[in-house]
């Protein structure tokens, strides 16, 4: 099942009023790292024990991107209680993206 995806305005709504961790791909459309970065998230995703998951295209997001100081895509950022937990722009595999998006102890960025 693809991504939902979602908004710059309807991320910042959604960090304001969510308490629980929740996940971000930034992506661009053309990008072919970031096609395979997404399909491996949807394997993560399709385990149904993931965080929720979103994809959020970076050239409609220029807050978060200079806010956030996103360097590159694909970027998996990982929020909790409005806050950037950290961010991985390596796509090793999908193992790591799970435990990723899943580590309980995740540093603040």
Not at 7 to 27: I, M
Not at 48 to 77: C, D, F, M, T
Not at 78 to 99: C, I, N, P, T, W
């Amino acid at each position: 099942m693809p991504l939902k995806e979602i908004t710059e305005q309807e991320l910042l709504q959604s960090l304001d009023h969510n308490q629980e961790r929740q996940a971000v791909l930034f992506f661009t459309p053309m990008c072919g790292t970031c096609q395979v970065g997404e399909r491996m998230l949807e394997v993560v995703e399709a385990t149904g024990r993931s965080v929720p998951l979103y994809k959020l295209n970076i050239n409609y997001a220029p807050k978060l991107r200079e806010q956030w100081r996103i360097e590159s895509v694909p970027g998996v950022a990982v929020m909790q209680g409005g806050e950037l937990l950290h961010k991985e722009y390596a796509m090793r595999s999908v193992d790591h993206l799970f435990e990723f998006v899943r580590r309980d102890k995740l540093y603040p960025v």
